[in-house]
């Protein structure tokens, strides 16, 4: 994983609460067995309509997204978070996300940032009026900051150490591999095994 | 003092550390072929194996046919089974495949196999892995990066969530089901209510539920957002259990057994939230709009968006109505269907298919409906088969299909065409969710059936 410290970048208003999995990417996109390439099928359905924001060409060059309440709920597909990832995107902010998205974007370095609602309108409005306004998303000082304004960010230090260091959770765990094993010799009897 | 889920969260725990999350053991770990591929890639890059075959088993369903047995049609999803298959043979995992017994949903499969069981921990590359929660295990859905985290580890890092009481309250009114209680508690809560917690679904309604209606209960945890469902286990879990494949046998039988009983939340144990639901007050429920917290009484009519107080819902529910081509103020009863779906992990299993051919016995689906009937898994299939369920759906005009996800997300060929509307026994009324276009009212089994047979959202009393 890429160590995540700092990004800035213009912004995308997304202007929607609820936002599946399945609208971020429908299941059509999800045959595949590779990792990447997933761009197009990132908001497909939306962006049939040619005033989806993300058709709108100021938006182009933009790296992070902001949406509505419940941003990544439904479906545990982490293909949502490659094909934004895919697309260009390297932050997400909304007020709530569904929690399987969420682990799924700490662990491929997608930032997801959670802001209150007027953070988000205000940043809205911001990217509106000037679609290459810069927003800086800090995750060394959990902050993130546009012209004038700043809001400070929640995000557990475990989560934001891994990011910083670009830690893979694997090679973590795996450290413990002892304390696994152990665990396993004590494991009860009547638990199923499937051989 | 702690919660059945704390009990069994606190069984699992490999390793505990301030300011990390829980090194959490897995005791079963659910595969299919769309969130594992990339998963088992991984471990090849690694050359990592992975760390136990044997608490770790795989089925094909999201992409399988449901009118044949041999011909995957779509090269991208043929494709994607041969990657498991490939995947499942090098690393040592079993599969089973298209054609085989006990084939089906992967949350039809674990349970009926006797491998969900009471006390342990669950997981898939799947959301509605909270399904298995309705046995008392801690089961949630999870990612591909984490799919394979538990395929070369057999444990995760997990932070330990809040806890959360739902309590229903009052008695059952006749003709409702666990699907009616299930959305009308998401209607309630919203879809983002259970965020960051594992919730307990209690009380005596609970209690006199069956396996399957608390199967359909669990399975739609993830709809309103919390990590698992659980309901403690009891006299119904184990006879359910006893006997299966899977199960304890003798004395290991009695030793889990005498384990599986002390899983129940402390008297003085204390929940971070407590929500409750009067079931006396709820009828029949079907969805109306875009997300499953867009649900209202069958006997009601579609709502006017300006009746919503927050901005954010009253915005979505105007985009639901003009996705779903609905107007507010109609009767939820003057909906025309164009397809019925009965099946999927919250809704295809045996019971559900008798409750829906005891509807349809003796009567036709409506001209122009068309109504898929899916089971589960292949066992719920033959199981059907021997009760004679095929013969009343064929002989109402339904479809009697091979087993698998099917319409549920479309990624087979079953899918609604755009403006299609159907009433579907599944969990997602998401846009698209069942075909590009297609117009999703989530519905009980029985509902599914008088649906079908009127041709508009129809409860099983309005048949004469
Ligand atoms: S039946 Fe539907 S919800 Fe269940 S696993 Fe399959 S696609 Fe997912």
Redesign the pocket.
Known sequence: MDKFTSHTGAAVPLRRSNVDTDQIIPAVYLKRVTRTGFEDGLFSAWREDPAFVLNDPAYAEASILVAGPEFGTG?SREHAVWALRDWGFRVVIAPRFGDIFRGNSLKQGLLTVELPIDAVESLWARSESDPTAEVTVDLAAREVRAGASTWAFELDDFSRWRLLEGLDDIGLTLLHADAITAFEAARPVYQPVVA | MKTLAQKVWDAHVVRSAAGEPDLLYIDLHLL?EVTSPQAFDGLRMAGRPVRRPDLTIATE??NTPTDNLLTIADPVSRTQIETLRRNCAEFGVKLHPLGDPEQG???VMGPQQGLTQPGTTIVCG???TSTHGAFGALAFGIGTSEVEHVLATQTLPQARPKQMAVNFVGELQPGVTAKDLILALIAQVGTGGGRGYVVEYRGPVIEQLSMEGRMTIS?MSIEWGAKAGLIAPDETTFAWLKGRRFAPQGDAWDAAVEYWRTLRTDEDAVFDREVTLDVSQVTPFVTWGTNPGQGAPLDAAIPDPESFVDEAEKAAAERALAYMGLTPGQKLREVEVDVVFV????N?RLEDLRAAAGVLKGRKVADGVRMLVVP?SAAVRAAAEAEGLDQVFTEAGAEWRFA???M??G?NPDTLKPGQRSAST???NFEGRQGKGGRTHLVSPPVAAATAVVGRLAAPADLV
């Open positions: 479906s | 299919h369903d999201h949903v992967v949350h799947d959301s509605h399975n099946g999927s992990c919250t295809g589960g698998g996800c099917s549920c997300l990624m599944s969990n997602r």
